[in-house]
Nanobody, 126 residues
Framework: QVQLVDAGGGLVQAGGSLRLSCAAS????????MGWFRQAPGKERELVAA????????AYADSVKGRFTISRDNAKNTVTLQMNSLKPEDTAVYYC???????????????????WGQGTQVTVSS
């Protein structure tokens, strides 16, 4: 079983940037696809971005396309989410997740993932 620790959240003004990181341990990172989800108060958890085992395929929510970039370094067992041009509506707790399902459809929902980080708060002020 993989263990995930995510970090990098904080308070930023609208238009600013943050970089989230997720460190994995317990299994080889190339065994699983990775995703970043977010959950705002009173809302369901939603997929922000996903990346395949090799890093060769990525997927993004429409709301973050062109602003967020997901990447991974399998040698270091890390996944990052670079968030640019942040908006107040990006405010949420962000979670990284690891999934053993095949790319892509099962990984579009949270039930397609098998391990989760503890979450990191991102707050964007207007």
């Amino acid at each position: 079983q993989v263990q995930l620790v995510d970090a990098g959240g904080g308070l930023v003004q609208a238009g600013g940037s943050l970089r989230l990181s997720c460190a994995a341990s317990g299994r080889s990172s190339s065994d699983y696809a990775m995703g970043w989800f977010r959950q705002a108060p009173g809302k369901e958890r939603e997929l922000v971005a996903a990346i395949s085992r090799s890093g060769g395929n990525t997927a993004y929510a429409d709301s973050v396309k062109g602003r967020f970039t997901i990447s991974r370094d399998n040698a270091k067992n890390t996944v990052t989410l670079q968030m640019n041009s942040l908006k107040p509506e990006d405010t949420a707790v962000y979670y990284c997740a690891a999934g053993y399902a095949s790319w892509l459809n099962p990984l579009l929902r949270d039930h397609g993932y098998d391990a989760w980080g503890q979450g990191t708060q991102v707050t964007v002020s207007s």
